[in-house]
């Protein structure tokens, strides 16, 4: 079945630096790959998107890049703030077509901790 | 504010007690997604109806049930609750069947005494 790896947290950064998150993905097909972000107390934030390989999602300073030929789906950053923490979710969804249309597999988590 | 309404926000209740979630979904979204979050097993997915019709089932217990009314919202019923079904649970919309996008609203956090 499917299946979605993230990379084991917390991850503490001071402020500015350099964000990577890295996800990779077990998945039969051409799967759709999301970052969702989880604020404390909150429920689940659609961040970005890539629907098909090579596509990069993109959205406030967050990128990522569908990469089929690694099964990976890394989020990036280039200057982090404060108010970047949160939990950040991998995941994946076949859209049309199966039993699993329009279920979410998710990773297990990414805690990031930004210091001022 | 999602669009997408949860009631209630927490819920103490018993072992052997049954509960009902509600879920209004964002207003023009026909598909409703349950999912269960917790710190052993992480986000689940539980099912999903699309316009008042089941569409996909996940790992979802024989003791759960749910339904889509004709108004769109959507319940979800747990019974003969367990401690280890103490966990957030999240409901979700989205205006086709695909689910490319979300909306997530901010859960119901389920404690089992």
């Known amino acids: 079945g499917d299946s979605v790896t993230q990379m084991e947290g917390p991850v503490t950064l001071s402020e500015e630096a350099f964000l990577t998150i890295n996800c990779t993905y077990t998945?039969?097909?051409?799967?759709?790959l999301f970052w969702y972000v989880q604020y404390p107390g909150e429920g689940l934030q659609l961040l970005l998107k890539a629907t098909k390989a090579d596509d990069k999602g993109s959205n406030k300073g967050f990128e990522a890049t569908y990469r089929k030929e690694t099964t990976s789906f890394h989020l990036e950053k280039g200057s982090v703030q404060v108010s970047d923490s949160a939990v950040y979710f991998c995941?994946?969804?076949?859209?049309?077509?199966?039993?699993?249309?329009?279920?979410?597999?998710f990773g297990q988590g990414t805690i990031l901790t930004v210091h001022p | 504010d999602s669009g997408v309404t949860q009631t209630p926000k927490h819920l103490i209740t018993a072992t052997g007690q049954r509960v009902t979630l509600r879920c209004s979904p964002r207003s023009g979204d026909l598909s409703v997604y349950w999912y269960q979050q917790s710190l052993d097993q992480g986000l689940q997915f539980l099912i999903q109806y699309y316009n008042g019709e089941e569409r996909a089932k996940g790992n979802i217990l024989e003791r759960f049930s749910a339904q889509q009314f004709p108004d769109l919202h959507s319940e979800l019923n747990l019974s003969s609750l367990e401690l280890g079904d103490s966990a957030l649970y999240f409901c979700?919309?989205?205006?086709?069947?695909?689910?490319?996008?979300?909306?997530f609203g901010s859960g119901t956090r389920l404690t089992v005494v």
């Open positions: 995941a994946l969804s076949h859209g049309a077509g199966g039993t699993s249309y329009g279920k979410l597999t």
């Open positions: 998945a039969t097909g051409y799967p759709s």
């Open positions: 979700a919309s989205s205006v086709d069947p695909g689910g490319l996008g979300y909306t």
